[in-house]
C-alpha cells in the first residue's frame, strides 16, 4: 500500500537540554524504509515522568533536536511488504529495540538488552508527540476493540511497568503489598493487586491522587506511620529517594522492595535489608506480555484507570507545567489537533476512565 503524506508535520521538539519545555516545529514526516516499518498515525500519546526527567536533564539524553513521546496510541496508515497486515489496525507498541544477538533479545528481553540501539520517542527512534511516528512492526501490540485511544495511551509505558512490577511482586506470593505513590503507576499496581485479591495499601502524600484512589475502594494514607505493617512487599513508584529508608523499614522478614520508580540515593544502609534477609529488585518498563495483560483487563473492566486529563499537542508543555505542580490526579494525555479535537476525544472516551 502506498499512502500519500505531506513532506513534513508540526511535532513538539527537545531542542535543547535542559529544557523547560519542547518547541513546536516543523519536521519531516516519517516514511516506509524498511520493509518491515510501519508508520502509526497518532491517536493518542501518554505523558511519562521520565519525559520531565529527560527535560531536566537527569535522565536519557537523546541526540537533538529529537521528537519525545513514548506512550503512544494510533493506527498503522503505510507499511512495508513485511509489515502488511498491521494496516488499518489500531496499535500500540512495546519501545525498546536491542541489537538482537544477546541472551536478552533472543529471550524476548530487549528492554534489558545491555546494547539497545533505541528507545522510541526516549533516544534513538524520534517519538509521537507528533502526528505520526514510525517503528518496526515487531514492537507493535493490538489494542483491544473496548478501548478508546486515550485509554490505551494511559497504559502504554506506566501500565506496562505496573503489570510488571506487580507480577514481580507477586512472585514472592505475599500476603500483604504496600504501595508506594499512587500516580498512574502506583494506582495500576493497586488496581491489579486488587484483580489479584491481595491485600493492600497505598501511601500517597499527593492530596488529589490519594482522594481518588480511595473513591474506588483502596486504603490509601498519606504518610507510613498510618500504614500497617511489616509487610511481604514494597512497591515503589514514586522514585522519590526519600522513601527508601521507611520502605525498606517497612519490609518483614525476606521481604522484597520492588523499584517501579528509581532515584539517585546518596546514602544506603544495607544493614536493615541484611539483619531481614530482604531484596530490592528493579523493573524496567515491563515485557509484551506485561502489556498485553493489562490491556485485556482494562478492557474487560476487571482493572479501572486513573482520571484521564487530556491536552492538545500544541499545549503540552501546559501538561508538563500541571505534571512539575502535581496538579494532575490521574494520567496526562496529549493528542493531535486542537482543543475541538480534545473535546471530541473525551466525549468519546466518557466511561471508560
Known sequence: MTRTFTSTMTAAVLTRLPAEGLELREVATPRVEHADDVVVQVEACGVCGTDLHILAGQAYRPELPFVLGHEPVGVVVDAGPAASDWLGRRVTMTLFTGDGSCAACQAGDQRLC???????????????YAPYVRVHAAQLV?????????AAAALVDSGATAANSVRVALARHPS?????GAGPIGFLAAELLEAEGVAHEVVETNGPRREALAALGHRVVEGFDDATTPVDAVIDCTGSAAVLAPGVAALGPHGGYVLAGYALVP???????????????GVRSGRRDDLEHLLALVADGRVRLPELTVWPLAHINDAFAALRAGEVAGKAVIVPG????????????????
Open 114 to 128: 545491555l546494547a539497545l540501539e533505541s528507545i522510541t520517542g526516549v533516544f534513538g527512534a524520534d517519538g509521537a
Open 142 to 150: 493490538a489494542v483491544p476493540e473496548a478501548l478508546p485511544p486515550t
Open 176 to 180: 500483604r503489598v504496600l504501595v508506594l
Open 267 to 281: 546514602e544506603v544502609d544495607f544493614a536493615e535489608l541484611s539483619h531481614k534477609e530482604a531484596a530490592i529488585i
Open 338 to 353: 486542537d482543543s475541538d479535537a480534545v473535546a471530541d476525544v473525551r466525549d468519546s472516551d466518557e466511561g471508560n476512565d
